[in-house]
């Protein structure tokens, strides 16, 4: 059954909370967790996010925390990788401290105001730090294909070699020209997935070998599974900086994707400073718990948003929901 609007809002609960490295250019980390009936669920779309895109963030956590049909799994572990925002060189060890047994790491490049330069010498830390440790890199689009094409062919001639390249350039035009221009660079698709009207426009134009799939920005953990299947491609389930309840949302649907399975990410709670549940869930020997995630009472107060914050959350939720009932009766309340 389907939650009202009123129903939704009762449950409702907002926190804000800080975090541990500016990631995405916040400090603090704002999401609802929603009480459901089945489970406790997360809505957490981006503040700068119209209802439109948020939307269907909202579709997630109605499906996870109220949708009994969905099969939850409460028991076994996922893979996770470490994930080492766009900090300094020196500050890497530091980051990496925080991932217990991780041996994959997935590093952010091409941050804006940083050279390439930077990125190297990132990349040269966590190679020190994590000698056997599977790369990855993540450009979040910041990329132009030419600047593109340049950082990847020296990071090759420096000796990195990646399981993939995260998003390097905006558009799926872009991403297929420089799957092209460098060959044996294996090319993976979020933003172009996640944000786009159509997300296997990317798989039909041959334009990555790999996708990045999350629960809450495509609808939910079955939505989520279907594009991965339809793509078929090898798949990376990640977190949109969730709360360890939204990471456990995410963890269910990586234990669906077939095997091989690649490592998730979806350890970032080790980037939060606190979290709303006792036993956050961060990685212990590489792997994050399926186990619900059931927050504390006295942290949801500890970290509760103001009230202005609170009501500007709660108007957002109403505006979602009215987007998702105008998309047909799959959203609207029974």
Known sequence: MHPSLADLLERAHV???????????VTEREAVLFAGTEAWSEFSPFLEY??????????????YGFDASLERLDS??????ATVPAVTADAVP??????????????????????????????????????TARLRIDANAGWSVPEAVTALRAMTAAGFEFEYVEQPVASVTELAEVR????????????SVRKAADPLAVARAGAADHVIVKAQPLGGVRRAAEV????????????????SVGIVMGAQ??????????????????LFAADVVREPRVAVQGQVSLAPAVPDAALLREFAASDACQNWWFERIRACFEHLSTLGAAYSPE
């Open 15 to 25: 926190v804000a909370l800080p975090l541990n490295t500016r990631f995405r250019g």
């Open 50 to 63: 119209a209802p439109a895109e948020a939307s269907a963030w909202l579709a997630a956590a109605i499906e």
């Open 76 to 81: 076994g572990t996922v893979e996770v990788n």
């Open 94 to 131: 530091q980051v990496l401290a925080r991932y217990d047994g991780c041996r994959v790491a997935k590093v952010k490049v091409a941050e804006r105001g940083q050279m390439l330069a930077d990125d190297l010498a990132r990349l040269e830390a966590v190679r020190d730090a994590l000698p």
């Open 180 to 191: 092209r221009a460098v060959p044996g660079v294996r090319i993976a698709a979020d933003e």
């Open 228 to 243: 991965v299947a339809a793509s078929g491609l090898s798949a990376t389930v990640s977190s949109a900086l969730d709360t």
């Open 253 to 270: 649907l990586a234990a669906r994707l077939p095997q091989p399975r690649y490592a998730a990410g979806l350890a970032t709670v080790s």
